[in-house]
């Protein structure tokens, strides 16, 4: 049996620490010469409003130079940074660049005469993944000649964990990244992630786990430091080791089972060499589940449930609620948390995502976003319909919903959208532990 090696170790000293885990698992192995190499970092949310703390949430700059050094050291004179940020607006081209810039990257094009770019702002080619599934791929990544795959080590609220395969959803389009929160059966979520490194040229991933996050990957998680990074050029053994570093077990992960069977290979780490420092030293189990309460008086997370709150049933997202609807659904769960009063509300539903069904009896069903109000829209269970069609939803819209609905939000938590992380972040600011010098580049 072939065995696919995984360096694990700790982060103690810029270069030197990356340099141990790239040196140990012959990262570069499959590097050709004169390469013009991709970089692919996790950028998943930004906003150009406040300058928050990213810890656990985006790719490290710090990992990103460390990474461009090594490359350098190595000869490649060829380097592109590539990512492709969600935002609010999907015109929106000012906010990629001011990730861009606030992380120090064009001053890390000054010093190593590397680039980067909105894969937005760039062409998209067709790549068949296999048994029909089809998606659009930035095109710099694919005809690139090495990737190096950088994602955060954390946990995800829909699978579970998210780490080099997953990170790969950032290089494709948006109609694309709907496909994947498909609802068919058998082409879930899960099986589509776990496809998105099939097609890609000859990979090195570094999970970057100097600051991880629980319940992520956004803002909302629960961040931690771990120092803690991991290496291999074999993209999906550097996801089992991630996995178990994160406190899960590869069997329960489904894009981790898809992928394995995929290729073939067994999940438990049986063909994998684990170098360096062990799994068992540095692991600790990070949840990715956000728990409800359901009963016949709501259907809240636990703790607005536990808040008393009556008359609502939100139910909890599932796979097929993409990026878009999850990115205000956080916001909608803490404005009903401030509207409630102490009064049940009217039996009021709200459905998101593309496949959720309204519940009989109900007295009146918000439908959040396009999809499910397709979905729903001539359902006869709906009483008094409320839709919010557009995608993604406007958040002045979401307001009339549900003031419509009798729940009496604040409308200056929808119009300061861009403030939030400061609100979920800011706790950790001024802790010697979380330092934003990991993400400049001075």
């Known amino acids: 049996m072939t065995k696919h090696t995984v360096a694990v170790g700790k982060y103690e000293t810029p270069k030197t620490s990356i340099l141990k885990i790239v040196e140990a698992c012959d990262g570069l192995a499959h590097m050709p010469k004169n390469p013009h190499v991709y970089i692919k970092p996790n950028i ?77 702002d760039r062409p998209f080619e067709e790549i068949d993944l296999g048994d029909d599934f089809k998606l659009n791929f930035n095109k710099d990544i694919i005809e690139s000649d090495f990737v190096v795959d950088i994602p955060v080590l954390k946990a995800h609220n829909q699978t579970m964990v998210s780490l080099g395969i997953k990170n ?30 099939d097609k890609m040229p000859p990979t090195f991933t570094l999970l970057d786990g100097i600051y991880t996050n629980e319940r992520g990957p956004g803002i909302d998680g629960r961040i931690r430091r771990s120092n803690i990074l991991a290496g291999s050029s074999d993209i999906l053994s550097a996801d089992l080791v991630g996995a178990k570093l994160l406190g899960h077990e590869p069997e329960n992960v489904p894009h981790l089972v898809h992928a394995a069977k995929n290729r073939s290979r067994p999940w438990d780490l049986s063909d994998i060499e684990v170098v360096g420092e062990s799994i068992e030293n540095l692991a600790s189990f990070h949840d990715y589940n956000f728990v409800y309460h359901e009963d016949e008086t709501c259907c809240l997370p636990l703790p607005l449930a536990k808040q008393g709150i009556k008359g609502i049933f939100y139910r909890k997202f599932d796979l097929s609620m993409c990026t878009y609807c999850s990115g205000i659904n956080g916001v909608i769960l ?21 496949s959720m069904k309204p519940t009989p009896g109900m007295n009146k069903t918000i439908l959040m976003g396009k999809c499910i109000h397709k979905a729903n829209k001539d359902n006869p269970d709906i009483k008094e319909m409320i839709a919010v069609k557009e995608c993604p939803p406007k958040p002045e819209n979401v307001v009339k919903a549900l003031h419509q609905a009798g729940i009496d939000v604040d409308p200056n938590l929808f119009k300061n959208l861009d403030q939030m992380p400061a609100f979920f972040m800011g706790k950790y600011e001024g802790k010697s532990e979380f330092d934003p010098e990991f993400f400049t580049a001075e």
């Open 44 to 120: 998943v949310f930004w906003t150009r409003a406040v300058t928050f703390p990213k810890w656990g949430v985006i790719t490290t700059t710090r990992a990103i130079e460390d990474m461009i050094c090594i490359l350098k050291d190595h000869g490649v004179n060829n380097i592109t940074i590539g990512e492709g940020t969600v935002v609010s607006n999907p015109k929106d081209r000012e906010t990629p660049q001011h990730a861009f810039q606030t992380l120090g990257y064009e001053n890390l094009k000054k010093r190593y005469g590397v680039n980067y770019i909105n894969v937005f």
């Open 334 to 354: 803490s404005a009903i948390r401030y509207a409630w009063k102490g009064k049940p509300w009217d039996k009021v539903e709200v459905l998101t995502g593309k």
């Open 168 to 197: 790969l959803k950032g290089c494709v389009d948006i109609p694309s990244r709907r496909r994947c929160h498909s609802e068919e059966s058998g082409r879930d979520l899960h099986a589509w992630v776990a496809r998105l490194a």
